[in-house]
Each structure stands twice: as C-alpha cells, then as structure tokens.
C-alpha cells in the first residue's frame, strides 16, 4: 500500500484523520467486505490518491470493525466518502460514484496535478527566461486538457518567446465562447510582435527569393533572419527545403544551422520533434 493510503482504527484515527487535515486534506473512506459497490469504489479513490501523489491521504475505515469510528462520523450507509479538512468534515458523498463525479469533487478541495508545472513556469517567467518557460506550460496544458486559462498563460509565454506562429495556432483553437478580453489583448499583442519582427532585412530577402525561388544561398540567408525574429517554423522549413535539393549545401552549415535551430527550442518541443523528423527522413 501506498504511502498516501492508510487503514485507520481507533490508535491512530485522532492523528489521521483529524490532526493531519489541518496540514492537507483527508479523504476518509468508509467500507465493509460485504459491500460490493465497496469494492469499485476503493481503487478509484487508491488510483487517484497515487496520482495526486500526497496532497491528500486517502484513509480507509473498516466499518464493521471500527463501528466506533463510524458511528462517530454518522455513517449510516456504504460506501460513505469524506473530506475532512482543518478538523472538521466539509464535504462527502454515500453510494457508487463515477471516476469523473470523484475527481470533481475532489478537485474543489486539493491542488491540480498541473499546479507544480505552473509554478516552476512561473518563477522561470519572472526571471524573463520565457523560452524555459515554455516546456512546463506545454506539458500543463497537455494535461489540464487545454484549460482556457492555462492556454492564456501559454500562449502569453510563447508570443514574449517570439514563438509567433504557434501563439497565432494556439488562439486560432480558442473557441469563441472563451474569446474574452485576455484573448483580445494576447491578439493585439501577437500583431504589435509580428509588426516588430518584421526587418528590412527580411523584407529584402523575401522579394529577393520571390524573383529568384531556386537560389538557396538567398533562402539560407532568409532562414538566418527568420529565426532572430522568433519565425522557427518559417526558418526550419526553408532549411528542410534547401537541404532536400542539396543534403550538404554551405559545406554543411545549412544542416548545422537546423540541428542548432531544433536544439535552441529545447527537449521535447513539438515544433524541434517534428522538423527533427523531418531531417532524419532526409539523412537516413
């Protein structure tokens, strides 16, 4: 059994079940071997409590041989679930129960499983080191199921990454009931970075490669400047371009500059993941 998941009688019930809830919550699960809905309810909550990994301790009564406990609590049918919190019971239910109506209620008294990758986002934002940032809030978002505020927060990191392309793919998923003021202003702030990455440089580069769309010298060069203006996915596919006609083009250089590019968008980036797949198609 876990380290999480406890079997309460009466020598350490005062310490579990009330002493503990004033550091985290409590969830004190009453049950008996002749009880079958007992019997699915029990690994729900033992599933979600190693999940949560002790934000809460999941503590089981035996209600026939803890009758004292119990009675105690006024348990008068089971399966009976409780939250106890800071001493007292603040919430509960009596009966079956679905994965989804446990979490939920769960959910209201204990931290997500994405609020540590939020935090360590966070301190990596106020340090100004949005690109370190980006790495947890992918994963938050990933597993709060897109959660709209976490999309906000992500989406925010990305565009001050100068990740523009995918800020603009993120916002073009939110749905219109979400689209409130954060949504307006992370709009208005892609379009002042998108007017502000935009270079002579790269302008020049653009009407140079329209002219002449088979010169790759011009095309490496438009992918150097693409990628100072935060426009990786742009850049890393006029470099898969270039070296799809000419694997060694610059001596090499046009190879290294998309390894450097993939490995500058660090570990388990889905944009580094795809055009990493991509270089391989071409090397192998």
Known sequence: MSEHIVNIDETNAAALLIEESHNRPVVVDFWADWC???????????KIADEYNGAFLLAKV??????????QFGVRSLPTVMVIKD???????????????????????????WDGLLQLAKEAMDEGNFAAALTPLRQAWDESGQLYEITVAYCHCLIEALRLDEAATLLDGVRMADQDAAYEQLRAQLEIKRQAAKSPEVDALEQQLAADPDNLDIMAELAVQLTSGGRFKDAMEHLVTILRKDLNHGDGATKKALLDTIASLGKGDPLAAEYQRKLYSLLY
């Open 36 to 46: 079958e809905p007992c019997k699915v309810l029990m690994p729900l909550l033992e």
């Open 62 to 71: 035996n209600a026939d041989e803890q009758g004292m406990i119990a009675q």
């Open 87 to 113: 001493g007292q019971p603040v919430d509960g239910f009596a009966g079956a129960q679905t994965e989804n109506e446990i979490r939920a209620l769960l959910g209201k008294y204990l931290p997500k499983p």
